[in-house]
């Protein structure tokens, strides 16, 4: 795959199986306007056409991740701000939703390296990945509350999924500013480090040593199975493993393990 930009606000570079894809918008402190929400939904379209990927690291380019929604750029255009909180057809988000949830749809695993500002919609992108990797002093807000909204860009999924509801309504009503280290002990992000980048790296080196079919089964089946009905956990185990034990990868894993040699891995499937 070839270097991309999408909208001239997404960057999307590939290095061997990794796909890079950076907020290209420095200036503004990668703040979001509607070119890059568009340029990140197909940023994402086009990664999961590539079977070859086996991890895209998100990051932002210039002084901070992201800044959140570019207000100003926003609403020049009421009426098409109004039209992409609709639902069109069968879709389950708009484009607000779509460009946070759109990571978590994506088969294999999305590692978030943050830095600078992390404020209101950017947090939520950053929510939608797998993992998120941060510096000590980056800076977290749900912001929403300065402007008299609230977090509408699936916020109130990913945030029940990290924190207990008191924390997370403390953040959501008050926008409090929280440095990284804040953030881990509150569980928004991962872990924190010097250098987030070579940790999301590594973590890519232990991904790609596994089978890229389990992997993806891995993301999807706690993905759907975490809120569900035991019943239905249940039967979402026993519906994944019986496609991998369908699968070539899954033996190459078992004669990897019984020859003790690292292991050869076709494309995911």
């Not at 255009?77 to 978590?104: A, S």
């Not at 990284?180 to 590594?202: H, I, K, S, W, Y």
């Not at 009905?229 to 899954?250: H, I, K, P, T, V």
């Amino acid at each position: 795959m070839q270097d991309m930009l999408f909208r001239n606000r997404v960057r999307l570079h590939c290095k061997d199986d990794i796909a890079y894809v950076s907020l290209a918008r420095a200036d503004k402190h990668n703040g979001i306007d509607r070119d890059m929400m568009v340029g990140l939904v197909e940023a994402c379209r086009a990664i999961r056409k590539n079977r070859d990927l086996r991890a895209v690291i998100l990051t932002g380019e210039g002084e901070s991740f992201c800044a959140g929604l570019d207000f100003p750029a926003m609403t020049r255009k009421p009426v098409r701000l109004m039209l992409d909180f609709f639902k069109w057809g069968v879709r389950h988000t708009n484009l607000f939703q779509k460009v946070c949830w759109c990571w978590r749809e994506l088969p294999i695993p999305v590692i978030a390296v943050i830095h600078g500002r992390c404020y209101g919609g950017g947090l939520q992108i950053a929510l939608g990945a797998d993992f998120r990797f941060t510096r000590p002093d980056c800076e977290f807000s749900v912001l929403e509350i300065k402007w008299g909204l609230v977090p509408d860009m699936t916020g109130t999924v990913t945030l029940r999924e990290l924190m207990p509801i008191d924390q997370a309504k403390r953040l959501t009503m008050t926008g409090e500013i929280i440095t990284g280290t804040r953030a881990a002990e509150l569980n928004l992000v991962t872990d924190v480090c010097e250098d987030p980048m070579a940790a999301a790296e590594d973590l890519v080196a232990a991904l790609r040593s596994r089978s890229p079919d389990a992997v993806s089964a891995g993301k999807r089946l706690l993905q759907n199975a975490w809120s569900a009905s035991r019943e239905q956990a249940f039967d979402l185990e026993s519906r994944e493993q019986f496609r991998l034990l369908r699968g070539g990868n899954q033996r190459e894993a078992m004669r990897a393990n019984f020859e003790k040699r690292p292991a050869t891995f076709k494309p995911r499937r």
